[in-house]
């Protein structure tokens, strides 16, 4: 068996420090948009996006894994890929519909998840290694 920091299994860290991190991304994002004169609605966007994909993240969380729930399983990882790709995809529709509405949205929408994403890493290899 493989042996080294990837190979070692770990629980799973909570999920609630990265997302509350990401959100005040988000939250101090709103008073630089306001000195910087940016557009409100596109930091509406974001906020909205992440809030959504914090909500569909929370149900998700609900269902049960594991061998003894498959199905679910399957339901959970379909769930997790459709959130990201359809969050992705609005931001595209948004940026390609108004330029100026887009890519401040998603540079606020990236910096939240990649906030909480690196805080979730670091979490999951700075615990305990399971057996």
Known sequence: MPDGT???ARPVPGRRAPAVAGTLVIALALPVFLVAGWPIAAWAIAAALWLAF?????LLERLPLGMDSLASAGVVAFGRLARAAGLMAILLAVAAWD??????AAVVYVLAFTVEFGLSVVAYFGGEAGT
Request: overall charge negative.
């Open 99 to 104: 330029s100026d509405l887009g890519l401040p």
């Open 6 to 8: 990837f190979a070692t």
């Open 54 to 58: 914090q909500l569909v993240g929370a």
